[in-house]
């Protein structure tokens, strides 16, 4: 058996230096350095756009191409040897009798000992062996996270789509902008007040409108990341042993199916603050008789 020490030291290398837990499919990069497949690709999403897909190592800062990860197959396997020698060491044992937990109570979503199957809390419960419930809780544990990855892409598009429309509405917001200095520009001296007032009613507009949009991009991040801490918690469970997957298995499952995604409220990107050329042209024109007929 492998001293504490060696072990340490295989999880030391073995550990993703982003997450900090082992890696999870991991990959390399061209400095050497390996991390877990999604935090890597996690790492490139958040980065600023690089056209010439050149980024630095999160931990050495050396340049490396987006397409030069690989699969480092050698460290999964390492990882394989290092989680089965924690199952063998990190028995969990009943607290109230000192037995190995060999057995799930469904009634209770909890791991039991077989003394604790015969005492009066669990007479009468469903009692299985750990083995033969693992591997169905794993896949239900596997279907939610596949669930949150697809509510997480769901949020992702949404929060480009309104990315998009707030580029749109202040596209918008310029033109109209320009529009409005262009019909001011010949009676500048007669609507100076007016321009001012339509400008100003626009730009609260904008800001109103921008204000609720951010408000729904801001909802879509914040569930992005709820998600996303969800799917590393279930990620986390199901490389982890048996024991340690079904400990508070049917409260994982029950918060993680509750999860669900509302649909974001759709804005209309019409602007209300509009001109009249002609009107405008006839109160100029009154005023010009109105200082005509003073003098």
């Given at each position: 058996m492998a001293s504490a020490t060696g072990t340490s030291k295989m999880k030391e290398i073995a550990t993703c230096s982003i997450c900090l837990n082992l890696m999870i499919k991991p990959v390399s990069i061209t400095c050497g350095h390996s991390y877990c497949q999604f935090c890597l690709q996690l790492y490139l999403e958040?980065?600023?756009?690089?056209?010439?897909?050149?980024?630095?190592?999160?931990?050495?800062?050396?340049?490396?191409?987006?397409?030069?990860?690989?699969?480092?197959?050698?460290?999964?396997n390492l990882i394989e040897v290092i989680q089965e020698m924690e199952e063998t060491e990190d028995e969990l044992v009943c607290e109230a009798h000192g037995q190995q937990l060999q057995l799930f109570c469904e009634d209770d979503g909890q791991l039991i000992c077989w003394r604790c199957e015969r005492a009066p809390q669990h007479q009468g419960h469903t009692t299985v062996l750990v083995e033969e419930v693992y591997q169905d809780y794993k896949k239900n544990l596997e279907q939610s996270a596949r669930n949150l990855n697809q509510f997480q892409e769901e949020c992702k598009n949404q929060k480009v789509f309104i990315t998009t429309q707030i580029t749109e509405w202040k596209d918008k917001i310029?033109?109209?902008?320009?529009?409005?200095?262009?019909?001011?520009?010949?009676?500048?001296?007669?609507?100076?007040?007016?321009?001012?007032?339509?400008?100003?009613?626009?730009?609260?507009?904008?800001?109103?409108?921008?204000?609720?949009?951010?408000?729904?991009?801001?909802?879509?991040?914040?569930?992005?990341?709820?998600l996303k801490s969800h799917i590393l918690e279930l990620e986390a469970k199901c490389q982890g042993s048996a024991r340690n997957l079904l400990q508070d298995v049917k409260d994982t499952l029950s918060r993680t199916c509750a999860v669900k995604l509302k649909t974001p409220e759709v804005f209309s990107l019409e602007i209300q603050t509009v001109f009249d050329v002609a009107e405008l042209f006839m109160n100029m024109k009154a005023k010009l008789m109105h200082l005509q007929d003073s003098y």
């Amino acid at each position: 058996m492998a001293s504490a020490t060696g072990t340490s030291k295989m999880k030391e290398i073995a550990t993703c230096s982003i997450c900090l837990n082992l890696m999870i499919k991991p990959v390399s990069i061209t400095c050497g350095h390996s991390y877990c497949q999604f935090c890597l690709q996690l790492y490139l999403e958040q980065m600023p756009p690089n056209q010439g897909q050149i980024f630095p190592c999160p931990l050495c800062r050396e340049p490396f191409h987006k397409d030069s990860l690989h699969s480092n197959k050698q460290l999964g396997n390492l990882i394989e040897v290092i989680q089965e020698m924690e199952e063998t060491e990190d028995e969990l044992v009943c607290e109230a009798h000192g037995q190995q937990l060999q057995l799930f109570c469904e009634d209770d979503g909890q791991l039991i000992c077989w003394r604790c199957e015969r005492a009066p809390q669990h007479q009468g419960h469903t009692t299985v062996l750990v083995e033969e419930v693992y591997q169905d809780y794993k896949k239900n544990l596997e279907q939610s996270a596949r669930n949150l990855n697809q509510f997480q892409e769901e949020c992702k598009n949404q929060k480009v789509f309104i990315t998009t429309q707030i580029t749109e509405w202040k596209d918008k917001i310029e033109i109209q902008r320009q529009n409005i200095k262009s019909e001011f520009k010949n009676f500048h001296t007669f609507l100076n007040e007016e321009e001012k007032l339509y400008l100003w009613k626009l730009k609260k507009e904008e800001e109103q409108m921008l204000t609720r949009l951010r408000e729904s991009e801001a909802n879509l991040e914040q569930k992005i990341e709820e998600l996303k801490s969800h799917i590393l918690e279930l990620e986390a469970k199901c490389q982890g042993s048996a024991r340690n997957l079904l400990q508070d298995v049917k409260d994982t499952l029950s918060r993680t199916c509750a999860v669900k995604l509302k649909t974001p409220e759709v804005f209309s990107l019409e602007i209300q603050t509009v001109f009249d050329v002609a009107e405008l042209f006839m109160n100029m024109k009154a005023k010009l008789m109105h200082l005509q007929d003073s003098y």
